[in-house]
């Protein structure tokens, strides 16, 4: 699968190491940034992780941040992103079930490495159910129209 990391500082190490592991994975990954632990602004990184998925060049994006939150709000910005904040593998599993979501954000501050690991596995590999959810994400998309 080719995924398309972004964090700030406070994602960045998480980053790293979920890097490292979905490469030695043989997923294609790739790095916008943050490029260290020096403090930065996470806006951007996650806005250029969300338009590349929805480019189409990566099949999803995960951003990072302290808490996850505002790097959801960011990514979620774009139209076409669906970045669902999922610091459990419960909510990791309905992102992408229930909603299609094509964008994780994680709570660097919030989860260890091990959950981690087990709330990106689970988003990589659950399928969307369509069926019911489709209309949903119609909806969503209807406004994201609206709001254009």
Do not use: W
Not at 45 to 53: G, K, M, N, S, Y
Not at 58 to 70: K, N
Not at 125 to 131: D, H, I, K, P
Request: hydrophobic share 45%; with cysteine; glycine share 8%.
């Amino acid at each position: 699968m080719k995924i398309v990391m972004g964090s700030d500082h406070a994602g960045y190490r998480l980053k790293r190491f979920l890097f490292d592991y979905l490469s030695e994975r043989d997923h294609k990954v790739a790095d916008v940034g943050a490029d260290s632990e020096e403090p930065s602004d996470y806006p951007e990184f996650c806005a250029a992780v969300a338009r590349a998925v929805v480019r189409g060049e990566f099949e999803r994006g995960i951003v990072l941040g302290g808490s996850g939150q505002g790097e959801a709000m960011a990514a979620n910005k774009v139209h076409g992103a669906r970045a669902a904040l999922c610091n459990d593998i419960v909510t990791a599993r309905l992102a992408r079930e229930h909603n299609d979501a094509n964008i994780l954000a994680l709570g660097a501050r919030l989860v260890t490495e091990p959950l981690a690991l087990e709330i990106v596995e689970i988003f990589l590999a659950t399928q969307f159910e369509g069926g019911r959810h489709i209309p949903r994400l119609q909806q969503i998309e209807a406004i994201e129209r609206q709001e254009s």
